[in-house]
């Protein structure tokens, strides 16, 4: 078992000793393999030499393995624990073995160390392990300079398991590699590992995924977030962690990808208190004073935020909606929305799909706040947004903003273009004219618009559609808003100006952090523009999860209806094919033969039986996913 | 590796012909030139003889021709201070050289390399500078003001050692009591060389040493728990040692440059004290044999570098059987 406790590394420097790791607290069962995931320069080699004592730096704190204390031994044990105690694959950096000696005499000697006279021996086992790791017998002489990297790095491998030993390091171990070698050489440590502790060290998502039972997240020298790799990587807690899995791009294959906001910081000017808060989208004043402790949170995890982790901003439960309807027979009333809760967790991108007449717009307008429901509670921030003080409300409505359907045509043409952007600058009295003309400028550039004076005072129909939809979005933001309900923001345009909004819209969340709601019909866009998707049909969420699991492994018939439509994952828009388009707006629930409701899906359900016309399927929970459907009830 | 023969045999063939023309070109008969004062001794029946046997007065081609073929057959011509042949006078003094210059090859080169070794190793500390200085101030006294001061210390005043000469004279000693002699005689010649070589190759080592220290492998090697000797002679200097066996080689001609002194200092019996006894008598066949003679063996000294250094790198064994395959 390797124990690491408040270990901290600091590299003397000109510029004085700089701290690279800090405080960090790890521990892995025997047999176990744990991961270390984090960015270029986050501290992970230098993890790596601490613990097997061939950091430069200056270490403090515990390193325990098997009870035995690593830190402040001499050169001499050193020598005698690596090569058979514990072995460490290097990451790749050039030449990473002697040039001029053959292979396999390389190989050879941990085994030699250990056992000077078996020359016999060492060569028999040398072989064995280089064949094990996919190296033919003609390479086995051959000088390191005329091996490729992939072989190279399966050398190395070999020459860390010959020495048997009960701790393995692996440093990147396959980065340097092509995606055939890369898979081939994982799938050989998943095998070769067997017993022996494992601790496995890379920036690729993937590979953690892969080999890791549990991970940990470096930020800056600092153990962020671990947990079991699964639920770390597919439901992230920590703002760093989700930013970190939102950024990768080939976990989840389709993802539009996102950087994290801000830059990485370099070694000298690590941000004391919490050190993602320069990046973070949720950072309180504490975060910039205080180093966040690590709490142990259930399901294994252990979070070090202030705020335990990524915040919930937006909560609606129980919401319907209905509208009166003239004229019509039984039913006065049309059920837009029956019967909804949904979350918003802080810079959280949630898509909402469903086809027009969903409901989803209805959903929309009630979470912004500018619909009332008919029945269910909205919260903000914690407060419900209905009870606020009208003071109160007012204030919320500045952090909320609702960038609605169309809204580009529906700016109003007889006023000029700063006089729409300023214009909740107005209604919320916030600045003076001067500082007021600074934000519309300011939000006119984000939003990579013209802002002279010539722009400022031109009048909506002198504008593209393109550009209209961008003045509807500086005027949406110029409040800086922490949550953006945006109503298909780029349906009414034709579509490389839509595609254009939509990487616009998705770079302001990721640079502004604000949380967005995406509302879309196009289940390809929301799968690849949203961290979670919710699918709606007929007033009702039937299925909610992570993008990826959503779009892997759609559960609800609906949603497998809708990926089936899609004629391209790519991005082209779903409505102008073949999506089940509902002739009608839905008037009624979907009824079962006996009058009682039932799943609004059963009328156009391959899988529907009996039991689907007798009740309302509940939203369960299935993996990460959530879904309304029979068959997983 | 054919390429590279080639190379040589051209370069030993453009020596032989300068060799040949630079007497020649000279004003006045090549005889007068090749032998000047001695002529004046000679009589007329040795001069008509000398004039037939090296072809002195038939066109310079066929001049060309008898020299190559007197060489082949080991002749050099006559020295007349010594009145033997110049091949002769020559092959008495070449061992002696041989013996001097090859021991205090291996020695300088060794240790230069062990010192290189472990000083670079523990660059910049304490160990390192004090080498360092050393290497510098051994480096800028010449070789022969150096001989000088050993002879004066070792030799004169301490009396540990001959002052001159190869070996003592006249006493007709046999086996071990020779050896013993010829060893005694050698060591401080042998020690101004080794000392005079010795800066040259600690630095070629030590900056090449530092050129791999931080070299990925070397890290590797002792990830994998060898002892700190082992990555650093087995791995470390492994890699670093191909370019310093190449520069010792290329510096082959700074080593007989040394030889020359020294055998001059401690009146040695090689061929830089030969070389040096004909420049003062004038005895120019036997220059020529020497110059000859030192040129050939500085580029054998070369050849066999070079073959050293492939031997130890593969890569350039490699870029040499990659050369074959193309010429
Ligand atoms: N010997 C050293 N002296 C000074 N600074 C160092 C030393 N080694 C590493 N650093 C610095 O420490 C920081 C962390 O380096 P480290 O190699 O641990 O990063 P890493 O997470 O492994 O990055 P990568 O993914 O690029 O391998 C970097 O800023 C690096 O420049
Ligand atoms: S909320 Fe504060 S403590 Fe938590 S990640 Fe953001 S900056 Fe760090
Ligand atoms: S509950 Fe029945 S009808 Fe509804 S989606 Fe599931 S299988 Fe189809
Ligand atoms: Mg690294």
Known sequence: MLEINDLTVKYQTPRGALPVLEGINLTARKGEVLGIVGESGSGKTSLALAITGLSEGRLEGSVQFQGEELLGKSREEWERLRGSTLSIVMQQAGEMLTPVLPLIEQVMEPFLKKHPRQKDEAFRRASAMLHKVGLEEHSFYRYPYTLSGGEVQRA???????????????????????????????????????????????????????????????????????????????????????????????????????????????????????PFHTRCTQALEICAQQRPGTVEKEGGRNLAC?????????????????????????????????????SLDEGEVYALVGESGSGKSTLGRMLAGVDRPYAGTVSFQGQGFFQLSPAETKKAKRDLQMLFQNSGEALSHRMTVHELVAEPLFIQEVGD???????????????????????????????????LQRVALARALVLEPKVLIADEPSASLDASVQAKVIKLL??????????????????????????????????????????????????????????????????ANLAATGMPSPAEPAVAAAEGPNGKPACSFSPDCAHSCEECFRYVPPLVRVGFQKVACYRYA | MNKRLLDYLLALLIILTLNF???????????????????????????????????????????????????????????????????????????????????????????????????GWRRGRKFDRASLVTAMLLNGVPGFVLGILL??????????????????????????????????????????????????????????LLGVKERPYVMTARGK??????????????????????????????????????EVVFAYPGLGHLFYLALQHHDYPTVHG??????????????????????????LRENARQLLGRT
Request: charged letters at 20%; glycine letters at 10%; a neutral charge.
């Open chain 1, 433 to 467: 004219p001067q500082t007021r003309r600074e934000a519309v400028r300011r939000a006119l550039r984000w939003v990579y618009l013209p802002d002279d004076e010539h722009f400022l005072n031109e009048y909506p129909h002198h504008l593209s559609g393109g550009e």
């Open chain 2, 290 to 315: 020497c110059l000859l003679l030192i040129t050939v063996c500085v580029l054998l000294f070369n050849f066999a570098a070079d073959l050293f250094s492939i031997k130890l790198d593969p890569r």
């Open chain 2, 151 to 208: 002879l004066l210390f070792l030799g004169f005043y301490l009396q540990w050692f001959p002052l001159s000469g190869g070996a003592s004279p006249y006493l007709g000693q046999e086996g071990i009591a020779r050896a013993a002699d010829i060893l005694r005689h050698l060591f401080l010649p042998a020690l101004t060389l080794t000392l005079v070589q010795l800066p040259r190759n600690f630095l070629l080592m030590r900056s090449s």
């Open chain 2, 21 to 119: 023309m630079l007497p020649r070109l000279m004003p006045g008969e090549p005889i007068t030139a090749i032998y000047g004062d001695a002529l004046v001794e000679m009589t007329p029946e040795m001069k008509s003889h000398l004039l037939e046997r090296y072809g002195l007065d038939r066109p310079l081609g066929e001049q060309f021709a008898v020299y190559m073929g007197n060489l082949f057959q080991g002749d050099l011509g006559y020295s007349y201070y010594f009145r033997a042949p110049v091949a002769q006078v020559i092959s008495g003094a070449l061992p002696w050289t041989l013996l001097l210059a090859g021991t205090s090859l291996l020695f300088s080169t060794f240790l230069g390399i062990v010192w290189g070794v472990e000083a």
């Open chain 1, 506 to 571: 998705l770079q302001l969340q990721n640079e502004r952090g604000f949380a967005l709601i995406l509302i879309t019909h196009d289940l390809a866009l929301a799968a690849r523009a949203g961290d979670r998707v919710g699918v709606m049909h007929e007033g009702k969420i039937v299925e909610e999860g992570p993008a990826a699991d959503i779009l892997r492994r759609p559960l609800h018939p609906y949603t497998q209806s809708l990926l089936g439509a899609a004629p391209s994952i790519g991005g």
């Open chain 1, 306 to 342: 202030h705020r335990g982790g990524v915040v919930e901003l937006l909560r609606g439960s129980g919401l319907k909606q209905r509208y009166a309807l003239k004229g019509k027979g039984k039913d006065p009333y049309l059920e837009a929305v029956r019967g909804i809760d949904i």
């Open chain 2, 225 to 262: 728990g060898l002892r700190e000797r082992v990555v650093r002679y087995r791995h470390a200097v492994r890699g670093a040692l191909p370019p310093v066996v190449t520069r010792v080689g290329m510096s082959a001609g700074l080593l007989f440059t040394g030889v020359f002194f020294v």
């Open chain 1, 156 to 274: 190395l491998l070999a020459m860390a398991l010959i020495a048997e030993p009960e701790l393995l390091i692996l440093d990147e171990p396959v980065s340097s590699l092509d995606a055939l070698s890369k898979a081939d050489i994982l799938t050989l440590l998943e095998e070769l590992t067997g017993e022996c502790t494992v601790l496995v060290i890379s920036h690729d998502l993937s590979t953690i995924a892969r080999l890791a039972d549990r991970a940990a997240v470096l930020y800056c020298g600092s153990v962020l977030e671990t947990g079991p790799t699964a639920s770390l990587l597919q439901a992230p807690r920590h703002p760093y962690t989700r930013a970190l899995v939102r950024s990768y791009p080939s976990l989840y294959g389709l993802k539009e990808l996102q950087g994290i906001r801000g830059e990485f910081p370099s070694l000298g000017e690590r941000p004391g208190g919490c």
